[in-house]
């Protein structure tokens, strides 16, 4: 199985940005796809997550109302569209699979067995 993440850039406060996580390998009716983002010297934040293909999305806090999450089953690609960003958005963002995750341990890093090689977004004010 291996995450393709891209679709980051540079964009302004306000603007707009949608995230690819393109998966190869194995489908799964259970696979949940997750996104987390990090800043140097911070530990890596939950941001949400495709959970048991579509079934549900989760969204921390921090990004809720602004973010949202869809997918396309037959490219096997999950996007993640961000609007109203903020500077404090800015991040490597890197998704994330897993068959296993139970959804009140959505939010951990550990419960991914597979990630993608991140993509960064710079949102400038």
């Known amino acids: 199985v291996q995450l393709q993440a891209s679709g980051g850039g540079l964009v302004q406060a306000g603007g707009s940005l949608r995230l690819s996580c393109a998966t190869s390998?194995?489908?799964?009716?259970?696979?949940?796809t997750g996104w987390f983002r990090q800043v140097p010297g911070k530990e890596r934040e939950f941001v949400g997550v495709?959970?048991?293909?579509?079934?549900?999305?989760v969204f921390a806090d921090s990004v809720k109302g602004r973010f949202t999450l869809s997918r396309d089953k037959a490219k096997n690609t999950v996007y993640l569209q961000m609007n109203s960003l903020k500077p404090e958005d800015t991040a490597v963002y890197y998704c994330?699979?897993?068959?296993?995750?139970?959804?009140?341990?959505?939010?951990?890093?550990?419960?991914?067995?597979?990630w993608g090689q991140g993509t960064q977004v710079t949102v400038s004010s």
């Open positions: 390998g194995r489908s799964s009716r259970t696979v949940s």
């Open positions: 495709d959970f048991r293909s579509g079934s549900t999305t």
């Open positions: 994330a699979r897993s068959e296993t995750v139970i959804y009140s341990s959505v939010n951990r890093e550990s419960s991914y067995a597979y």
